[in-house]
């Protein structure tokens, strides 16, 4: 059990070795041999491969690392994601670390209500059909639960009915039936699409109508998670070139421009989910549920747009908030048999679902947080810079222990050049 007073502020943790990273994680969230082994590279075999999807060839690897600083709800976090793109790390991490300068993040979430749809066509009477529908929606629920004895022993189950005509479809008049049901801390797929399954004979028997499709909506607008913070507008300033008040200022600009534009929100959303697909994959989460989800859910007004709110509030303070439907889990799915997703459910210790999707809540708007700011003051590219001159320093033939050495010195004289970098390790060389 990891000690929650324990903070995830973790200084120079970039500048260890791979090695000695997994030591600090590992002392830090208790893991056992067997998970440092699981991260040492022992995960997923291809026997399990196999199991898993037809067709099986073997595995697909990505990076895995840690994002640092995180205090949510007054509690430290040490953040596992996987992702092949560089700087969403080491900008999430700089985002939490000012946000922890505000007193960090605070996150809450909904019940985790998942809603299942039926379709119904060639109804013989619309208005009868929703009239008996409404009459019986305690028989349709209970019958749902029959289904899933062990999900309703949880405290789960079917939450209620809501009735959708569509009067005017190209194949003509459409019925559809929603189940709302409470998956726990499943992510819930099988269990609501069992349940939709289960009640749909009561349904056409109800309607006289005939069912096509029984499946889960991926628009999951009960099953939310919200994170908001305030960062201090002193802690915004940049040395040499903008106020704090500035900083927050642009910002908000930056955000509203997402708000009204549907080709910036796009490009700002999918920054939020660096972040947020990052840890549902490391999770073992249904990472393309979640995507549908976040962007029905941007679009739920009618226009595209943000999934946040920056401003600057009456203090002159930054104010952020983020909501987004989150439907993951921490029990099932591939978070059950990656090996990987176990070990990253380890490190990340958290009880439920629901604080999986109010931590991935926080990841996605810190994540928003460093995008937009960099954009806004300095550029997105001096980040990339700085990582594309540790590529440069090892093609020049750096060594780990001399990697952010050359690169700092690269990025300082703005000559990111493989030349350039030889002639400073041979500097480094005869010292
Ligand atoms: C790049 O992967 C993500 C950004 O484009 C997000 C954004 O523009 O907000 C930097």
Redesign the pocket.
């Known amino acids: 059990v990891i000690d929650i007073d324990k903070s995830s502020r973790l200084p120079g943790f970039y500048k260890l070795s791979l090695d000695e990273r997994i030591e600090m994680v590992a002392a830090w969230a208790n893991l056992t041999a067997e998970d440092k082994a699981i991260l040492h590279g022992r995960t997923l075999s291809s026997t399990q491969a196999d199991k898993m999807i037809e067709n099986a060839l073997g595995t697909f690897a990505l990076p895995l690392g840690i994002a640092a600083n995180f205090l949510i709800n007054g509690r430290d976090y040490l953040i596992p994601m996987a992702i092949e793109?560089p700087s969403v790390l080491a900008a999430v991490s700089h985002a939490a670390k000012l946000i922890r300068e505000g007193g960090g993040f605070t996150a809450e979430s909904s019940d985790p209500v998942m809603i299942g749809q039926i379709q119904l066509l060639d109804i013989p009477d619309m208005n009868a059909a929703m009239t008996a529908v409404a009459a019986n929606e305690q028989e349709l629920m209970d019958a749902a639960n029959e289904c899933s004895q062990n999900i309703v022993k949880r405290g789960g189950g079917a939450r209620d009915i809501e009735i959708r005509p569509f009067p005017d479809t190209p194949v003509g008049p459409m019925l559809i039936i929603h189940l709302l049901y409470d998956c726990q801390d499943a992510m819930g797929a099988n269990a609501i699409n069992t349940a939709v399954e289960s009640i749909t004979p009561l349904v056409t028997e109800l309607t006289g109508g005939r069912a096509n499709l029984r499946i889960l909506s991926n628009l999951t607008d009960r099953r939310t998670a919200t994170a908001r913070c305030t960062i201090p507008a002193a802690a915004l300033a940049l040395r040499t070139t903008y106020t704090g008040q500035e900083v927050a200022q642009l910002i908000a600009e930056a955000n509203a421009f997402a708000v009204v534009d549907p080709y910036r929100a796009a490009?700002?959303n999918?920054?939020i989910m660096?972040g947020i697909d990052a840890v549902c994959i490391a999770t073992g989460n249904d990472w393309r549920a979640v995507e549908a989800g976040a962007h029905a859910y941007a679009a739920r007004y009618g226009r595209y747009q943000s999934l946040t709110d920056w401003h600057v509030d009456e203090n002159g303070d930054l104010y952020g908030e983020i909501t987004l439907p989150l439907s993951v889990g921490v029990v099932g799915g591939a978070t059950k048999v990656h090996p990987t997703a176990q070990v990253a459910l380890k490190i990340l210790n958290v009880g439920t679902a629901a604080e999986l999707a109010q931590v991935i809540a926080c990841v996605g708007l810190a994540q928003?947080l460093a995008?937009?700011k960099a954009?806004a003051t300095v550029g997105?590219q001096q980040g990339h810079m700085r990582m594309h001159a540790r590529q440069v320093a090892l093609a020049a033939g750096a060594s780990d222990g001399q990697v952010q050495t050359i690169a700092d010195q690269l990025v300082k004289e703005q000559n990111i050049r493989v030349e350039r970098a030889k002639e400073l390790l041979s500097v480094i060389g005869n010292r």
């Open positions: 793109e490009t700002h999918k920054g660096n928003n995008a937009i954009m997105i």
